[in-house]
């Protein structure tokens, strides 16, 4: 069936965006580091710390502190929020399958010349990663744009988690993947590992183009009968009479729309903070090589795999049995999601001196932050498909800022120290971050339709199969 391919492309996307933006947590290990073995280069930087010097063989190393570091890491997360609201309102008027392709294309290219920005100057390298953060930051509204046209309020969950799934599969594939490719001076060492990536991302691109079309209405391949059972569960003629303007004023009073934000916003606080600084917590607090690290991370994203997808599918299971609403099923996913991963963040510091305990509790606690797309991306559907691209970007805005605001606060804890107890103690601040956006969505969230077109206002979308009488 058309839909599901059209979900699998979509993951594809996020698998290639993903790898491109995450290679770089595992890469600035080997970027950094001082080796003494022959094929290993000494870089000397100026005192401002903008240009390098090639001394020896072929593979550059840069000396670069921890406040260096953690802000190239979150520079891509300054371009990310900026664009994410753009994103939305472009996406609104053009559609998701060009601001999609736009996305991925230029984000492949800014991933090839990081190698080459590394080595004239530090600036550089921050502002293309500031550049693929606003490409990148592209793909989300647009993302869930075509899934809008593509889905059926029953099968929303299962659709959303298969397209979200590229965000776990992207881990599994990128970590060990980075980790070898980084730690191999035969193959090139880190440099390889942004060409590759990069590669991949302009092939999708291609199939892309050929593959998607923006509605089931201009798809000259998918069967008549889809055609029909998509639009049999939808009101009649609702793209023709939608408002190209943005109902500004209602989408920010509603206390659904902040739900959804604060919550989305305050898990991925936790799933950025994980993602990003997991490699160096692994290799330098509890002291794995960069090739288990890679492993460790790759374990991380199947878990997230397993647990992303049953709660996709199970939660469109209850609905469609109606064992739950859906609003319900959004909610306990909520829970499943922040709250116990929540409490395993903060239970880490109890078994500092276990460092495979920590592995395990750390594993657990990303897999369930990644459920957070089949209950947060779907509530978006929920409350309004016409307007989804723009709610997602203000979702994107406010949540890829935490991105870099994350590492900040790290960087301004750790100091010149790096300990386990400032670890833990990151990992408590994370936790609570969690709750308290738990919390607002238990309290506010709704799940039925918040916005009609200005010719729509009175039509009310109703479904025979699925009662929210939340």
């Known amino acids: 069936m058309k839909r599901y391919l059209v979900a699998g492309m979509c993951s594809m996307v ?57 802000m190239i890491l979150g520079a891509v997360y300054y371009g990310y929020s900026v664009s994410a609201l753009l994103g939305g309102l472009v996406t609104h008027r053009l559609g998701g399958k060009r601001v999609n ?18 080595g004239v100057s530090t600036d550089l390298l921050i502002v293309l990663r500031v550049l693929d953060g606003m490409a990148q930051g592209l793909h989300n509204p647009a993302m869930l744009s075509i899934l809008a046209n593509w889905s059926v309020p029953h099968e929303r969950s299962t659709l959303v988690s298969i397209a979200f799934f590229g965000v776990a599969l992207a881990e599994v594939i990128c970590n060990p993947l980075s980790g070898w490719i980084c730690s191999d001076y035969k193959l090139g060492g880190w440099p390889l590992s942004f060409y590759t990536y990069s590669a991949i991302g302009a092939v999708t691109a291609i199939l892309w183009t050929f593959i998607i079309y923006e509605t089931p209405d201009e798809d000259p391949y998918i069967s008549s009968n889809e055609v029909e059972y998509l639009k049999g569960l939808d009101t009649k003629d609702e793209e023709k009479n939608k408002s190209t303007s943005v109902p500004w004023l209602s989408i920010l009073k509603s206390s659904a729309v902040w739900a959804v934000v604060i919550a989305f916003t305050s898990n991925v606080f936790g799933f950025y903070f994980i993602i990003t ?18 492993w460790v991370m790759s374990i991380l994203g199947i878990v997230e795999c397993v647990l992303a997808l049953l709660s996709g599918v199970c939660a469109d299971f209850f ?24 409490f395993l963040l903060s239970c880490l510091g109890f ?29 978006v559907l929920d409350i309004t498909k016409h307007y989804s691209s723009v709610i997602v970007g203000i979702m994107s805005c406010l949540a890829s800022s935490t991105g870099f605001v994350g590492p900040t606060i790290f960087a301004a804890l750790i ?56």
Request: glycine share 4%; hydrophobic share 45%.
């Open 277 to 294: 600084e997991a490699p160096i917590f692994i290799s330098e607090v509890l002291k794995f090589d960069i090739k288990t690290v890679g």
């Open 319 to 342: 609905i469609r049995r109606e064992k739950l609403t859906i609003l319900q099923a959004r909610k306990l996913n909520a829970v499943c999601s922040m709250g116990l991963s929540a």
């Open 14 to 70: 996020k698998v290639c965006l993903l790898c491109m933006r995450l290679n770089l947590n595992i890469a600035i290990i080997e970027m950094v580091q001082n080796s003494t073995g022959d094929n290993a280069l000494n870089v000397t930087l100026t005192k401002k710390a903008t240009r390098s010097k090639i001394i020896n063989t072929e593979i550059p190393r840069y000396a670069w502190d921890e406040k260096t570091r953690q």
């Open 101 to 118: 392709l736009f996305s991925l294309l230029s984000s492949s290219i800014l991933t090839a010349l990081i190698p080459w920005s590394a």
């Open 351 to 379: 078994f500092q001196d276990s460092a495979i305990v920590c592995l395990i509790m750390l594993i657990l606690a990303f897999g369930l932050l990644g459920c957070y797309n089949t209950c947060f991306m779907a509530n």
């Open 415 to 470: 100091k010149k120290k790096n300990t386990h107890d400032q670890w833990y103690l990151m990992f408590k601040i994370t936790a609570g971050i969690q709750l308290f956006g738990l919390t607002i969505f238990l309290l506010f969230a709704k799940a039925e339709e918040q916005f009609h077109s200005i010719e729509n206002i009175s039509k009310q979308v109703s479904y025979e199969s699925i009662k929210d009488t939340e």
